[in-house]
Each structure stands twice: as structure tokens, then as C-alpha cells.
């Protein structure tokens, strides 16, 4: 069965202070990993999809890598409003993503 | 392009009643999901529609749990006799092409809480 796990579940960082979030997953036949962010009462938003291992994305101050086992989402110098949880997802075989519970960022200033 | 609408954006209903959501995708969108979301966790799929076709559903999707997608415009989801166990957030969702690895746009859900 196709399983996304996200780690830590909650992240407390200062502004400017660079971090990363993990995302491992197992799957039959990736198809894609998507990463959505998501605010409070609102439905997910997307950020990146990343195909194969050794892909990278970036957008601002998020970077995106993918190996076979895992993902990561890089944030560098991050500002308050960066403040939202980061979904990670995997598609297989089929029509349906399957997400992981998340990562709560919160950026102080 | 204003976005994947849905509506009510909440509902308080007893156990036992039937409520339908509504959600209204990208204009010229072909594909359609429900997801459903609980508090912590990240959103669990439900069904999937291709134009009005309804292509995929969940395992976990129970009889009472109907959707419609008339047309391929708008689509419905209804649950019938609600239970304590369906209060959640709904998410709808749609996206274009061909491919099942396109990016997904989601409207801001239907709160759903079963007193």
C-alpha cells in the first residue's frame, strides 16, 4: 500500500533561520510527489512536482529534492509569511494522491 | 479564471440527516476530485470523476456516500445519514489534460460537522 510519512510534525523557526522537512514515502511506480502548501481554513495550494530522483525545484525561498526514498523541501531564510503546512504527496498508478499528515511551519519574527 | 468554488463553506447538521455540497471546478477543467480531510491529517481521496464519468472510488467510500458530476460541469457529493464519524472538511478539486500527474487545484473545502 502507498504510504507518504512527513517529518517533524510541527517546526518552530526564527526568521532567517534555514531548515528543511522531510517527506518518505513508499509506492509501486512513482508517477509523481507533489508538494502543497496549505493555510488555516483554506484548501491546499500547489508548490512543486518532482518526477524522478535527482530532480530539483525551486520557487522563492523553497527548494524541492527527490531521491528514491524521499523528499526533501529546503527553506532558506524564511519570513513569517512562510508560516502554512507543507503537504507532501505521491501519485501512482491510478488518479489519486496520496498525502502525507503534513509539516506545521512556524516562522517568528 | 476564479478558482474552484465550493459551497456551503460550513454546515452543522444532526446524525442521521442528509446534507449534498456542491463544487463548481476551473471552467474548461475536465477532471474532478473529492478529498476528505480531519483535523492533522493531510486530505484522503474519495472519487474521481473524468468529464461526467465517475472513474475511481475510494475503498473506504461507504454506500452512503454518492457523487454526480452531470454534464462534466459542477458536481455534487452527498452523504446520506450522517454520522459523527463524517464531520471533516471536503475538498474539491480539479485540474486539465490528459494526465493523472497534473497539478491539482483545490477550492477551500465544505466544513462539515454531525452533532
Known amino acids: 500500500e502507498d504510504q507518504v510519512t512527513q517529518s517533524p510534525e510541527a517546526l518552530r523557526l526564527q526568521e532567517g533561520e534555514s531548515s528543511s522537512l522531510n517527506c518518505s514515502y513508499t509506492v509501486s511506480g512513482l508517477r509523481g510527489l507533489f508538494w502543497y502548501r496549505q493555510d488555516p481554513g483554506k484548501g491546499p495550494e500547489f508548490l512543486f512536482t518532482l518526477y524522478s530522483a535527482g530532480e530539483e525545484k525551486e520557487k522563492e525561498r523553497l527548494k524541492a529534492t527527490l531521491t528514491k526514498k524521499e523528499s526533501f523541501l529546503h527553506i532558506t531564510a524564511p519570513k513569517p509569511e512562510d508560516s502554512a503546512t507543507y503537504l507532501c504527496?505521491?501519485?501512482?498508478?491510478?488518479?489519486?494522491?496520496?498525502f502525507g499528515a503534513g509539516t506545521i511551519l512556524r516562522v517568528k519574527s | 479564471d476564479t478558482g474552484v468554488s465550493q459551497n456551503p463553506r460550513h454546515k452543522i447538521t444532526k446524525r442521521g440527516q442528509n446534507v449534498t455540497f456542491r463544487c463548481d471546478p476551473i471552467s474548461e477543467h475536465n477532471r474532478l476530485y473529492w478529498y476528505r480531510q480531519t483535523l492533522g491529517q493531510g486530505p484522503e481521496f474519495l472519487t474521481y470523476f473524468q468529464n461526467e464519468a465517475q472513474l475511481e472510488k475510494s475503498r473506504l467510500l461507504s454506500d452512503r456516500f454518492s457523487a454526480e458530476r452531470p454534464k462534466g460541469s459542477f458536481s455534487t457529493l452527498e452523504i446520506q445519514r450522517t454520522e459523527q464519524g463524517d464531520s471533516a472538511m471536503y475538498l474539491c478539486?480539479?485540474?486539465?489534460?490528459?494526465?493523472?500527474?497534473?497539478?491539482?487545484?483545490f477550492g477551500s473545502g465544505t466544513q462539515l460537522s454531525v452533532l
Open positions: 478539486a480539479s485540474s486539465a489534460g490528459d494526465r493523472a500527474d497534473e497539478k491539482l487545484f
Open positions: 504527496a505521491v501519485q501512482a498508478w491510478g488518479n489519486k494522491l496520496v
